[in-house]
């Protein structure tokens, strides 16, 4: 197949540039300005039209807290304790949560499902294709994050304690379990005496030894360190103290900053299906367009580790393409067509 004549969003060329896309086999083959069709191969024309990467949500609970279920539906937070990093939501997540489909209509194709923030250390957060009726075959990155939290959310989630005190010293234990099994596990194996796994602890692991990074909500102190940041919810209502200061002003402030930012609809907080619609709001409110088109893309594909398949037109990338009849962030833009993997899905 062929996609032709679009404004397709290169990043290497600093935006919108007419190309062809030539998919093979749900890949993307190659790109050029003037690709001819084969004989028999599809062609799909997309003159005057605007052609990205399917879009990515670096923090999202779809698919674990599914929309119109109410309580039957969310299995977004576990009160089993304040430390639960044994749990990963690959085992609450149902492919068949009805925003999946609006969101994949809407130009969204992949997001990270995360525990939510009721507990100071929630489980393993993945990374899924909205694609796919089986969890274990929509994965990208089982192990994409391990979810913290430490702002009003644990401390008022009735764990026994009820002070930022707690929330910390919980936070604090964990980690140090983990140092202390770490030991006890290294110890084991060079005596060659028996040792019990623990589930949690071996997730730990994968944090302590840098290979799973922590999603962690933390509002201010940022620009002195080197980490990504995830923005949002911005569409809500101010409903705690902590978000007294929320505007769609923090994204572009971050970015200038020159930290990578990813916007996040944190859905069901706000629909994933309006992701686009949030991009366009930090980029009216002060931030530059091509970062808020990365900050849908590009960069929540590198910041969860799937940037060799995910969040740019790129060959030998997978063939996740959105055709819109407007530039994405124009209030009346509509997407005309999705391919996931090189796979129409409207």
Same mark, same amino acid.
């Given at each position: ?121 929630? !489980?393993?957060?993945?990374? *899924? @294709?909205?694609?796919?009726? #089986?969890?274990?075959?929509?994965? $990208?990155?089982? =192990?994409? &994050? ?111 900053? !020159?930290?990578?930012?990813? *916007? @996040?609809?944190?859905?069901? #907080?706000?629909?994933?299906?309006? $992701?686009?619609? =949030?991009? &366009? ?66």
């Amino acid at each position: 197949m062929i996609v032709k004549h679009g404004n397709v969003l290169l990043f290497e060329e600093g935006g919108f540039v007419l190309r062809d896309i030539r998919v093979e086999n749900g890949k993307i083959k190659e790109i050029a300005p003037e690709l001819q069709a084969a004989e028999g191969e599809e062609v799909f024309d997309a003159s005057g039209k605007y052609v990205t990467p399917g879009m990515i949500d670096a923090h999202s609970h779809i698919c674990i807290s599914e929309e119109g279920m109410g309580s039957i539906g969310d299995d977004c937070c576990d009160y089993s304790g304040a430390l639960t990093p044994e749990l990963e939501v690959l085992d609450g997540i149902y492919p068949f949560d009805r925003a999946v489909i609006d969101s994949v209509r809407a130009g969204v194709t992949a997001a990270c499902v995360c525990p939510g923030s009721d507990g100071v250390v929630g !489980g393993v957060a993945s990374t *899924i @294709t909205l694609n796919g009726t #089986v969890a274990d075959e929509m994965l $990208l990155r089982r =192990y994409t &994050a391990m979810k913290c939290s430490v702002g009003e959310n644990p401390k008022t989630a009735k764990h026994g304690f009820e002070s930022r005190m707690g929330v910390a010293y919980h936070l604090r234990k964990c980690l140090e379990d983990a140092i202390e099994y770490r030991h006890d596990k290294e110890e084991a194996e060079k005596s060659g005496s028996w040792f019990k796994r623990d589930i949690g602890m071996e997730n730990m692991l994968k944090v302590l030894n840098k290979e799973m990074p922590i999603h962690i909500a933390i509002a201010d102190y940022l620009a002195k360190f080197p980490y990504p940041v995830i923005v949002g919810p911005g569409m809500t209502p101010r409903s705690k103290h902590e978000t007294w200061n929320k505007t769609y002003e923090t994204a572009g402030v971050l970015s200038r900053a !020159g930290l990578k930012v990813c *916007i @996040t609809a944190d859905h069901d #907080v706000t629909p994933l299906y309006y $992701l686009p619609v =949030y991009a &366009a709001l930090s980029v009216r409110d002060g931030m530059d367009e091509l970062e808020g088109l990365k900050a849908v893309t590009i960069n929540p594909a590198e910041v969860l580790g799937i940037d060799d398949r995910k969040g740019s037109l790129t060959a030998g990338k997978d063939a996740d393409i959105v055709v819109w009849d407007q530039h994405p962030f124009a209030y009346q833009a509509h997407v005309e067509q999705v391919f996931l993997s090189g796979k129409a899905m409207c």
